[in-house]
């Protein structure tokens, strides 16, 4: 089974500034089944990258997301105060689901 | 607009079967696969599993032997059971829409709180 381990658990921050979340895979997977979530205080997640790259809509293009292989990253160039949550990876093969453990971006 | 809405006891006893339902507005519950994905309180997002209505379904490996989903298609809405529960199942359950396209659940219902206890 495939484990996706995100770093740092916590990430704090600044509005302004630069926020680089990372999902490592237990081995090499495809782009295209790597997602990205955010989830804020008492709500659902909602999907943010789909395809390791490809923003999903309603989300400025303040948030990239990259990487191939083993190594993923998601990227909040310049945060705004609604940016401030919790960012899931996900990925999917073989009929299953892993989410990674999360990163909280929280305020400095 | 897609809309997902689940519903179901808050608290469960001990032992006994955790029963929700996701109900399904502005798509057709006979396109898509339809996911169950809980949330432990303070804690990350644990996929349950996926039922098609052609009646293809999978599950967590960890949870294989206690769940089981349906699709009502008539009244267009999705079901969860989860059976012998203890409080470790204690979590909010969201429904989620899978998108073949994007590979990622696109759209999720706003969660509910199952509480395990006696």
């Known amino acids: 089974d495939i484990v996706l381990t995100q770093a740092p658990g916590t990430l704090s921050l600044s509005p302004g500034e630069r926020a680089t979340v990372s999902c490592r895979a237990s081995?090499?997977?495809?782009?295209?089944?790597l997602a990205w979530y955010q989830q804020k205080l008492g709500q659902a997640p909602r999907l943010l990258i789909y395809?390791?790259?490809s923003r999903a809509t309603g989300f400025p293009d303040r948030f990239s997301g990259s990487g191939s292989g083993t190594d993923f990253t998601l990227t909040i160039s310049r945060l705004e105060p609604e940016d401030f949550a919790v960012y899931y990876c996900?990925?999917?093969?073989?009929?299953?689901?892993?989410f990674g453990g999360g990163t909280k971006v929280e305020f400095k | 607009q897609v809309q997902l809405q689940e519903s179901g006891p808050g608290l469960v006893k001990p032992s006994e079967t955790l029963s929700l339902i996701c109900s399904v507005s502005?798509?057709?519950?006979?396109?898509?696969?339809w996911n169950w994905i809980r949330q432990p309180p303070g804690k990350g997002l644990e996929w349950i599993g996926f039922?098609?209505?052609?009646?293809?379904?999978r599950s967590h490996p960890s949870l294989y032997s206690r769940v089981s989903m349906s699709v009502d298609t008539s009244r267009n809405y999705v079901s969860l059971n989860v059976n012998s529960v203890t409080a470790a199942d204690t979590a909010v359950y969201y429904c989620?829409?899978?998108?073949?396209?994007?590979?990622?659940?696109?759209?999720w219902g706003q969660g509910t709180l199952v509480t395990v206890s006696s």
């Open positions: 502005g798509a057709s519950s006979s396109t898509h696969y």
């Open positions: 395809g390791a790259s």
């Open positions: 996900q990925h999917y093969d073989n009929s299953e689901v892993t």
């Open positions: 989620a829409r899978w998108s073949e396209d994007q590979r990622a659940f696109d759209y």
């Open positions: 039922i098609h209505y052609t009646g293809n379904t």
């Open positions: 081995q090499s997977i495809s782009s295209r089944h």
